[in-house]
Structures are given as C-alpha cells and as structure tokens.
C-alpha cells in the first residue's frame, strides 16, 4: 500500500515541471505548478514563454472540471504575482476561482511582489502554507534572484583545462582539449542563459561564432570586450544574424543587431558591464573568456557558479589555468573528460 502523497512530493512535481521552461522565461522566472483534489493531480502547468501565462494559469486551464478547484489545493514553486505586468496577477485569478488551499515552495523577491501575493490571498481566507522544498525552489530560479537582489546578472564561468592544469597554448593558436560530446553540452548550457561573454583574444584566435547550433537551440546574446576594436569585423561575431553588444572605449553606436558600448577602461570594467546588462534586463553571463576575462571576475568576486571540465590530455607547457574557490556542488565524467561545478560561497 502507497504512503499518502506529502506536500514535498506535489511540490517535487512543480520542480519538474517548472524545468521545462529554462532558458525561454527571461527576464520571468520560471515556475511549476499543480493543482490536487484528493490526493490526485488533476492540473499542471508552467511558465509560458516572456509575455505568456504563468504556471498557475495554465494549470488551473488544464483542469477539465473546474467544479473542483473549489476543493483543492494549488501548489506552485514561486509565490504567485501580485501586479500587472503582461499578464494580470495570478493572486487574484487564485481568489476568483475560489481555491481554498496553496502550497508555495518559496517567496517572490520581486519588489512588485515580494510576500503581497501570500498576504492578499490571506485576505480573502485563502489557507497559504511557505516553505515546501524552499531551498529547492530557490536554487531552481537563482539566477532571477540574484538579479533582484544582487541587481546583476547571475554569472558562470566555464573553462576547460588539461590533466596537468592548462588552458591554452603559449603560442596562441586554437586548440581543443575537451571531446564532443562536451562541446556538446556548453552548448546546451548556452540556451540556458541569456548572454555569453568573450574578451578580445579568445574572439580574435578562435573566431567563435558564439551559438548553440550542436543542439540546435535559440542562442544568447553575444558579449564581448574589445577594447580598441581589433577584432575583425569579417569575424562570426560581426555577422547580424542576432544580438551583439561589443564594449568598448572608442565608440557608442547601433549597427543592425550590433551594440557598440563605450566605456572607460581606465577603471575596472566588470562593474560596468554588469550595470549595462542589468539595464538591459539580462538576467544571466555564461562567461567562456580568457584567463585575462575569467580572472577579472574571480578577482573581484563577481561569479556565482564555475563549470571546469578537466581533460585527460597533458601538455609539456602553455598557459596556466585561473584558480578558483568555492564550494563543489557536482562532479561528472563525460568520456575522458571530468565536469567540476563550483558555487561560491564568499
């Protein structure tokens, strides 16, 4: 005989669900919900695409009698909106429809939002229980919290590196270290994010076109620092296929999808970078850089999580990887290569 169903295992559920919507929510969160009566799933739903329903409409859409929700309980990853933005506030949709019960894995930081969802459905009598797989449902949307709070983008850094601890070749040419089936994977962990940032070397040795076409996915913004404009504008990352922004100290400009930012470079420009991201509402960098980009974030703490893939391959000599604390969180094996991901904890 089958234990009763518990709140963590309705709100596990929303989690997976809530999944389905990485990489196309931006700058939403994205969210899972279900809808119970009597122990059963009766309604699922997550968040459509930026400017779509929310989870909890859909799910409260895909129940086929409505006669029920009046005797169930919803349960959702993310407290629900309470404002008007492009859509109307799924708080009030809740009392509309008269659903007596809800389940909430964690609470909205959203300045819009931020516990005025939990408190008007209270009002209206509506029994609110906080907290189920909270930490869960806060590592599922880090990076839109890190973006309220933090007012930044989440930041990742990835780099491969030989058994021995290189990165790449003194003499500056392309060379691979990693396998395909690796390669593989940075891709699909670009449709993940909104932008991926390069510096000037890395664009000018590896030409990179800076998208997810191994997987075959929607690609990120393309960022880079060039700062004297070297790089050649017959490379990848001049072509108008999709968004680019190049920062840089000559120039502020618009050349089809191109974005030409002037900074100064006389300062520290990480900083300033993350402020130009954050007004244009990207809420995560993969940073796939030199040692020269990658260290200048490590530098000032300005990353969140690191992805390290550790080759099988030696090298006699070349150029020494960065070097990075924090904690481990997960470690794989792909073929010959080994995926080390790191979260800082400073």
């Not at 119970?36 to 459509?48: C, F, L, M, R």
């Not at 690609?219 to 190049?246: C, G, K, W």
């Not at 490590?298 to 006699?316: G, P, T, V």
Request: charged share 20%; net charge neutral; proline share 5%.
């Amino acid at each position: 005989m089958f234990d009763k169903p518990t709140h963590e295992f309705f709100m596990a559920r929303c989690l997976q669900l809530a999944s389905n919507g990485l990489g196309n929510t931006y700058p939403n969160p994205f969210v899972g919900s279900i809808i119970v009566h009597q122990n059963k799933i009766i309604g699922e739903g997550y968040t459509s695409q930026y400017g779509g329903p929310h989870a909890e409409v859909n799910a409260i859409e895909n129940v086929k009698d409505k006669s029920l929700l009046s005797d169930s309980t919803l349960y959702v990853t993310l407290e629900p909106c309470a404002h008007f933005g492009k859509t109307p506030p799924c708080c009030d949709l809740i009392i509309t429809k008269k659903i007596p019960r809800i389940v909430v894995g964690c609470v909205d930081p959203f300045a819009q939002v931020n516990g005025e969802g939990i408190r008007r459905m209270r009002e209206q009598g509506v029994e609110v229980i906080v907290g189920v797989l909270q930490e869960e449902c806060l590592t599922l949307n880090k990076r839109f919290f890190t973006f309220h709070q933090k007012k930044r983008p989440y930041i990742i850094l990835k780099w491969a590196e030989t058994f021995n601890g290189y990165f790449a070749p003194v003499q500056h040419e392309q060379k691979w270290i990693t396998n395909v089936y690796s390669k593989q994977l940075v891709h699909w962990w670009r449709t993940q994010e909104e932008a991926i940032l390069i510096g000037t070397k890395t664009a000018i040795i590896d030409n990179p076109q800076l998208n997810a076409r191994l997987v075959n996915a929607q690609y990120p913004i393309r960022l880079v620092i060039d700062r004297s404009l070297e790089i050649p504008t017959t490379h990848h990352l001049y072509d108008t296929n999709f968004r680019t922004i190049i920062f840089n100290e000559i120039k502020s400009a618009e050349l089809g999808n191109i974005s030409f930012v002037k900074l100064d470079f006389e300062q520290e420009i990480i900083p300033s970078i993350l402020e130009t991201l954050y007004q244009e509402n990207i809420t995560s960098v993969i940073v796939e850089g030199g040692v020269k980009t990658l260290n200048s974030f490590i530098k000032q703490n300005l990353w969140d999580e690191a992805r390290i893939f550790r080759s099988a391959i030696r090298w006699q000599d070349g150029i020494k990887s960065p070097e990075i604390k924090g904690k481990i969180i997960q470690e794989k094996t792909i073929l010959n290569d080994h995926l080390t991901v790191i979260r800082n904890e400073r």
